[in-house]
């Protein structure tokens, strides 16, 4: 067993301890630390003091965790929040045109309030299922007071965000759409920043809309400004072209890459960066998921997201589930081709464990938030976001207990979060936030935008 673990050094600003997890089995998803299988983790203003067993903390608020699995909080890295009121608009989309159609047409509706409750309410479904972090990609900035609204529910949720203003404007928008949104960028970053809960990032016009120089443009706003990236990248070679251009860096992440090749593969992972799946959507929509096993064997930082709560829950536990489920049925069918048929165990196959899939949506997600040194580990000098996961009445699954978070958990287990080192839920509620009011926010968006009809009405008093 590991033996205990404290941060040197005094506290910040000499505080003392104020949070204790008691008698946890603990995935502190770090090397160094490894697992525990009952241990207490102290915190301290907002972060990670020690971890280990039989920790002294006097006056602390202490939470007895007997029963559960603490664990970091699951950070998703590639959400539409502002989507949230649209669940179930996609349930049965096939195509992209469908998506368009549906979903996507529907921001020229949106006002900046309905941006506010659609992102409050978004980020409240999060936080109760254990998101304690994401990178909302927020394409549907059609004014600044839209960006403003998105920024002001994310601050009143205390959820730790990434918020990537959207560069995509109409698409038949003029040039001068182009030169407010990246004003207002400027601005927001001297008054939002790059610390703290909420951070400002930015979410590059997609390559095929657009052209490259544009894109350039923003990249270069973003690291003049110190601000991470996002993009999604659909169609094949997008990635070369920004190595080819100067722009690829660890600080762009790309969402779903489903027909980067290779080499693109080997650009990412030489340059430290990563990907973001979307498996739920991706094998959804009929995308080829070979990406997955290749960008893993080629060292690219892969991470997990859920894209639109248009067309799936708000669990990133099924998303986990649904990736392992992925990667080794994309090992199976190579070795089926091959010949190599009933299964055999061989070096290299099978490629991943349950266990790679927390990595994703863990430590290799803080990495592709520009937080790898203080995020997504449960050790001292972390962020202290985490979650305990109850595994009784029924008890903990036999074997790695990652596995039992991976395969055998879903966003109702989640007993427990902390942002901060301020616990959001705690017993199975919400602490400090109504879902009841995230799901008036989301009927009065429904009300205000959809125009079909099919705007839900009804609810318990």
Same mark, same amino acid.
């Given at each position: 067993?590991?033996?205990? *673990?404290?941060?040197?050094?005094? *506290?910040?600003?000499?505080?003392?301890?104020?949070?204790?997890?008691?008698?946890?089995?603990?995935?502190?998803?770090?090397?160094?630390?490894?697992?525990?299988?009952?241990? #207490?983790?102290?915190?301290?203003?907002?972060?990670?003091?020690?971890?280990?067993?039989?920790?002294?903390?006097?006056?602390?608020?202490?939470?007895?965790?007997? !029963?559960?699995?603490?664990?970091?909080?699951?950070?998703?890295?590639?959400?539409?929040?502002w989507q949230t009121?649209?669940?179930?608009?996609?349930? %049965?989309?096939?195509?992209?045109?469908?998506?368009?159609?549906?979903?996507?047409?529907?921001?020229?509706?949106?006002?900046? %309030?309905? @941006?506010?409750?659609?992102?409050?309410?978004?980020?409240?479904?999060?936080?109760?299922? +254990?998101?304690?972090?994401? /990178?909302?990609?927020?394409?549907?900035?059609?004014?600044?007071? &839209?960006?403003?609204?998105?920024?002001?529910?994310?601050?009143?949720?205390?959820?730790?965000?990434?918020?990537a203003y959207g560069? /995509?404007?109409?698409?038949?928008?003029?040039?001068?759409?182009?030169?407010?949104?990246?004003?207002?960028?400027?601005?927001?970053?001297?008054?939002?920043?790059?610390?703290?809960?909420?951070?400002?990032g930015l979410a590059?016009?997609?390559?095929?809309?657009?052209?490259?120089?544009?894109?350039?443009?923003?990249?270069?706003?973003?690291?003049? /400004?110190?601000?991470?990236?996002?993009?999604?990248?659909?169609?094949?070679? =997008? @990635?070369?072209?920004?190595?080819?251009?100067?722009?690829?860096?660890?600080?762009?992440?790309?969402?779903?890459?489903?027909?980067?090749?290779?080499?693109?593969?080997?650009?990412?992972?030489?340059?430290?960066?990563?990907?973001?799946?979307?498996?739920?959507?991706?094998?959804? !929509?009929?995308?080829?998921? *070979?990406?997955?096993? $290749?960008?893993?064997? &080629?060292?690219?930082?892969?991470?997990?997201? @859920?894209?639109?709560?248009? $067309?799936?829950?708000? %669990?990133?536990?099924?998303?986990?589930?649904?990736?392992?489920?992925?990667?080794?049925?994309?090992?199976?069918?190579?070795?089926?081709?091959? +010949?190599?048929?009933?299964?055999?165990?061989?070096?290299?196959?099978?490629?991943?464990?349950?266990?790679?899939?927390?990595?994703?949506?863990?430590?290799?997600?803080?990495?592709?938030?520009?937080?790898?040194?203080?995020?997504?580990?449960?050790?001292?000098?972390?962020?202290?976001?985490?979650?305990?996961?109850?595994?009784?009445?029924?008890?903990?699954?036999?074997? #790695?207990?990652?596995?039992?978070?991976?395969? =055998?958990?879903?966003? !109702?287990?989640?007993?427990?979060?902390?942002?901060?080192?301020?616990?959001?839920? $705690?017993?199975?509620?919400?602490?400090?936030?109504?879902?009841?009011?995230?799901?008036?926010?989301?009927?009065?968006?429904?009300?205000?935008?959809?125009?079909?009809?099919?705007?839900?009405?009804?609810?318990?008093?």
């Amino acid at each position: 067993m590991p033996e205990t *673990t404290t941060a040197p050094g005094p *506290t910040a600003h000499g505080a003392g301890p104020t949070l204790l997890i008691r008698d946890a089995t603990v995935l502190t998803m770090d090397p160094a630390l490894g697992d525990f299988e009952r241990a #207490d983790v102290l915190v301290t203003g907002d972060r990670i003091t020690a971890v280990g067993p039989d920790l002294s903390a006097p006056g602390a608020e202490t939470v007895d965790a007997r !029963g559960m699995i603490a664990l970091p909080g699951l950070i998703d890295t590639h959400m539409h929040a502002w989507q949230t009121p649209l669940k179930g608009k996609y349930a %049965d989309g096939w195509t992209f045109d469908d998506y368009q159609d549906r979903v996507f047409r529907l921001r020229e509706n949106f006002t900046p %309030d309905d @941006i506010h409750d659609a992102t409050f309410a978004g980020s409240v479904q999060m936080l109760d299922s +254990g998101v304690t972090g994401v /990178l909302d990609f927020c394409h549907n900035v059609m004014s600044p007071q &839209a960006a403003e609204a998105g920024l002001r529910a994310h601050a009143a949720t205390g959820q730790r965000v990434l918020w990537a203003y959207g560069m /995509l404007g109409s698409f038949d928008a003029p040039p001068a759409d182009h030169a407010w949104r990246l004003e207002h960028v400027r601005e927001l970053s001297a008054h939002v920043g790059d610390s703290g809960l909420l951070r400002l990032g930015l979410a590059l016009s997609s390559l095929e809309y657009g052209d490259l120089e544009r894109t350039a443009t923003e990249v270069e706003l973003a690291r003049e /400004l110190g601000l991470r990236m996002t993009v999604h990248q659909n169609p094949a070679g =997008q @990635i070369r072209a920004l190595h080819e251009r100067g722009l690829l860096d660890e600080d762009i992440l790309p969402a779903h890459a489903n027909a980067a090749d290779d080499e693109e593969l080997e650009l990412l992972a030489a340059c430290g960066g990563g990907i973001s799946f979307t498996p739920e959507g991706e094998f959804g !929509g009929g995308r080829s998921m *070979t990406v997955l096993n $290749r960008a893993h064997r &080629a060292g690219v930082c892969s991470s997990l997201g @859920i894209d639109t709560h248009a $067309r799936v829950a708000i %669990d990133l536990f099924a998303a986990m589930r649904l990736t392992y489920l992925l990667m080794r049925n994309v090992d199976a069918a190579e070795e089926r081709e091959a +010949g190599r048929y009933p299964l055999a165990r061989r070096p290299g196959l099978p490629l991943i464990e349950p266990r790679h899939m927390l990595e994703y949506a863990t430590v290799n997600a803080a990495r592709s938030l520009g937080l790898g040194d203080e995020l997504g580990r449960l050790a001292p000098g972390c962020y202290a976001d985490l979650i305990l996961v109850d595994t009784e009445p029924y008890g903990r699954a036999l074997g #790695d207990p990652a596995a039992h978070v991976v395969l =055998q958990t879903h966003p !109702g287990d989640v007993d427990t979060v902390v942002v901060g080192g301020k616990v959001r839920k $705690r017993g199975g509620r919400l602490t400090d936030l109504d879902p009841v009011a995230a799901g008036r926010a989301t009927r009065r968006v429904r009300s205000r935008v959809l125009d079909d009809g099919s705007a839900e009405t009804s609810a318990r008093p």
